[in-house]
């Protein structure tokens, strides 16, 4: 595998602005992540880089802690 293949893509102006709303309207992460083909992780860190409130990060983050413990994933 190269290097491209290896990294996310480059997030676009469009992007950004289509979170924002998102976020906004109260859209739930799954289906922000669906809409954006990103996964959780990618939003968290695009959010934090955008400057998005911190109450958005704090309900993602248990969001992702809730479905590790319901599959038993620990990591």
Same mark, same amino acid.
């Given at each position: 595998?190269?290097?491209?293949?290896?990294?996310?893509?480059?997030?676009?102006?469009? /992007?950004? *602005? &289509?979170? $924002?709303?998102?976020?906004?309207? +109260?859209? #739930?992460? !799954?289906?922000?992540?669906? =809409?954006?083909?990103?996964? /959780?992780? *990618? &939003?968290? $860190?695009?959010?934090?880089?955008? +400057?998005? #409130?911190? !109450?958005?990060?704090?309900? =993602?983050?248990?969001?992702?802690?809730?479905?590790?413990?319901?599959?038993?994933?620990?990591?």
């Amino acid at each position: 595998m190269n290097e491209v293949t290896l990294r996310a893509s480059r997030w676009t102006k469009r /992007e950004d *602005e &289509l979170l $924002r709303e998102l976020v906004d309207a +109260g859209t #739930p992460v !799954k289906s922000i992540c669906e =809409t954006l083909n990103r996964s /959780e992780p *990618e &939003l968290r $860190r695009r959010g934090y880089y955008i +400057g998005l #409130p911190m !109450k958005w990060f704090k309900q =993602t983050a248990h969001l992702m802690l809730r479905r590790r413990s319901a599959t038993g994933n620990s990591s």
